[in-house]
């Protein structure tokens, strides 16, 4: 994997879902987060599922441009 993929995936995912709201923990106070910051700082098993199927060229990533 090139240096920067990941960054560039996260912000990717945060311009893709851009219009849905940002996630939060309200009980706990937590920041907001786009998407792809909310994935990478919190569920990594599921980023890392994510960006395996994007590297591996799934219909749905087709427009993520890899640095």
Not at 15 to 36: E, I, L, S, W
Request: glycine residues 8%; aromatic residues 14%; hydrophobic residues 20%.
């Amino acid at each position: 994997m090139k240096r920067g993929t990941i960054k560039s995936f996260r912000e990717y995912l945060n311009r893709k879902f851009a219009d849905h709201p940002n996630h939060r923990n309200g009980v706990y106070r937590q920041q907001t987060r786009g998407y792809g910051d909310y994935l990478y700082n919190q569920d990594r098993p599921m980023f890392e599922t994510e960006l395996q199927l994007a590297l591996d060229g799934h219909e749905c990533y087709s427009d993520w441009s890899r640095p």
